[in-house]
């Protein structure tokens, strides 16, 4: 079992700095239109952008088709990009956009997809001794998140899986700080509580 | 000890360090990325069909001016006939005008010294709904961001908002189904990946 390690684990290091890991003159020759330059934020940025999209989608097609979209619309609206701007916060707000914007267009055509979720949960439940499959800690992890509402759920991987901070948080979503410490408190409060039975530090 | 309250605690920080693992990059993504965003910037380029005042793309004519200023008039006169039309129409026949959704984008005003000013733009919708938002490229197509305000007694929502002279493209969220203007040209280039509606907003 994956979390049975756990024990001899260190503490969870500290956040990794959200430092822009692009430089102006990257930016800059991408919003003249160089390819090339908008190829490299591309594969500077992918991996952070598909872990993001896979914890607010459903699935890992429906995280490609919106990273990509992504990038598409940034590539776009380059030409307005304004330099004060960080730009991976920037990048984030069109991200989180794209990723609400795909869940709601989705909410239409869920009836179906909803009875498989509820299947799949019931099959990998912790409850259930006779399920025929050994489930991973990280399975367990992203059922428990999909569980958190969305709104809370964005904010919680902002700040501590992206590693930004309330006060970019802020300027990246238009939420005040005191209502985003509250949205990650209640995400952590629903992952303890629905991670305790198959925690086993 | 507040911020000790504010730990996650070893459980989530465990769900977190997991919830950090980067997903593996698959081989074709970031060039099927790139074609793709290139393909989008040649678009752009190309001859519109739906901009529908070429005119307005020369800045600094007089013409382009003229043009402009006409096409404002022609949008609010539209506007203000529907409204004329839903007021005297809605003690009979509140109900038919109800079920067919309107929505007109009128730019409020424009500002004639700074190309850059953006200009407040008011969008209307007509219809019955319980929540309608706009999202647009204009507001990076925040579902939250721009919602309509319903007047009092009346099917009219709207909003005002300040945009960037230029094409945008744009939808309503009616109930969060995506509902586009049907007064408005429709995008050839869905910005957002699905059908939208476009404006011209002052002098691009």
């Known amino acids: 079992m994956t979390q049975s390690s756990s024990l001899a684990r260190p503490p969870l290091p500290d956040r990794e700095p959200a430092r822009p890991v692009v430089d102006s003159t990257l930016v800059n020759r991408a919003k003249l239109g160089d390819i090339k330059a908008f190829e490299e934020i591309v594969e500077r940025y992918f991996a952070r952008c598909m872990r993001f999209a896979l914890g607010m989608l459903r699935d890992r097609a429906e995280a490609d088709d919106v990273v990509q979209e992504t990038f598409v619309r940034l590539y776009r609206a380059l030409p307005r990009y304004e330099e004060r701007q960080r730009f991976d916060s920037w990048l984030f707000r069109i991200l989180g ?105 | 000890m507040a911020e000790r309250r504010n730990e996650p605690g070893p459980i989530v920080e465990r769900a977190i360090e997991s919830l950090r693992e980067l997903p593996p990059i698959e081989g074709d993504m970031v060039s099927r990325i790139v074609a793709a965003a290139a393909r989008s910037r040649a678009q752009d380029a190309a001859p519109d069909a739906d901009d529908l005042l070429p005119a307005l793309a020369a800045p600094n004519s007089r013409y382009a001016l003229r043009v402009s200023v006409i096409a404002a008039a022609a949008i609010v006169l539209v506007a203000g006939t529907i409204e004329l039309w839903r007021v005297t129409h809605a003690s009979t026949e509140t109900t038919r005008v109800a079920a067919v959704p309107q929505a007109v984008a009128v730019p409020a005003s424009r500002d004639v010294n700074g190309d850059l000013t953006p200009i407040p733009t008011q969008f209307v919708f007509d219809g019955r709904a319980r929540a309608v938002t706009l999202v647009g490229d204009f507001n990076n197509w925040d579902a939250r961001a721009t919602p ?57």
């Open chain 1, 97 to 201: 956009n794209c990723c609400r914007t795909a869940n709601i267009l989705r909410q239409r055509r869920d009836a179906v997809d909803v009875e498989d979720e509820k299947t799949l949960r019931s099959l990998a439940s912790p409850d259930r001794p006779d399920a025929v499959f050994d489930y991973e800690w990280g399975d367990e992890v992203r059922r428990a998140l999909a569980e958190v509402p969305e709104h809370n759920r964005e904010i919680f991987l902002l700040h501590y899986v992206e590693g930004f901070s309330y006060e970019e948080i802020e300027r990246i979503t238009g939420v005040r700080q005191s209502a985003l410490k509250m949205r990650v408190k209640r995400a952590s409060d629903h992952l303890r509580a629905r991670l305790a039975g198959v925690y086993r530090g």
């Open chain 2, 148 to 204: 309509l305000e319903r007047e009092p007694g009346s099917t009219l929502w709207s909003v005002t908002v300040p945009i960037q002279r230029g094409r945008h493209v744009y939808a309503y969220l009616v109930d969060s189904v995506w509902t586009i203007d049907k007064r408005a040209p429709v995008a050839r280039d869905p910005d957002f990946g699905v059908t939208g509606s476009v404006i011209l907003v002052g002098r691009p």
